[in-house]
């Protein structure tokens, strides 16, 4: 997903993520579909900011934002993994390509037991 902005928009509160099998489908892009939405409590979601001064494939790209979420709730919808964007008032200050990276820990541990 690309999408460009103009300067001077106002970047978005925050951002929910979910997570779905790889054979979900959904009918509405519009609504969030309740359907196939992964609930996990073992689960976390990590989202990284990096800012690319130049073209997509710049080398020098610089983490500007990094959190690890646990899912939530809000509207009776569970398993949404919320990131507030609102407290950070200078991430998205300098031209350039924003890339957004996503990724799941999974939080589960296993004993060890010792002979």
Same mark, same amino acid.
């Given at each position: 997903?690309?999408?460009?902005?103009?300067?001077?928009?106002?970047?978005?509160?925050?951002?929910?993520?979910?997570?779905?099998?790889?054979?979900?489908?959904?009918?509405?892009?519009?609504?969030?579909?309740?359907?196939?939405?992964?609930?996990?409590?073992?689960?976390?979601?990590?989202?990284?900011?990096?800012?690319?001064?130049?073209?997509?494939?710049?080398?020098?790209?610089?983490?500007?934002?990094?959190? @690890?979420?646990?899912?939530? !709730?809000?509207?009776?919808?569970? *398993?949404? %993994?919320? &990131?507030? @964007?609102?407290?950070?008032? !200078?991430?998205?200050?300098?031209? *350039?390509? %924003?890339? &957004?990276?996503?990724?799941?820990?999974?939080?589960?541990?296993?004993?060890?037991?010792?002979?």
């Amino acid at each position: 997903f690309e999408k460009v902005i103009a300067a001077g928009y106002n970047h978005p509160r925050e951002i929910i993520a979910v997570i779905r099998p790889q054979n979900a489908t959904t009918c509405s892009t519009s609504l969030l579909d309740k359907r196939y939405i992964v609930k996990d409590d073992d689960l976390e979601m990590a989202m990284e900011i990096y800012h690319l001064p130049g073209s997509k494939d710049h080398p020098r790209a610089k983490l500007i934002y990094k959190k @690890l979420k646990k899912p939530s !709730s809000c509207n009776s919808i569970n *398993g949404l %993994y919320i &990131f507030q @964007l609102s407290e950070e008032t !200078s991430m998205f200050t300098k031209s *350039g390509v %924003y890339s &957004f990276i996503f990724s799941v820990v999974s939080m589960i541990t296993f004993p060890v037991e010792r002979a």
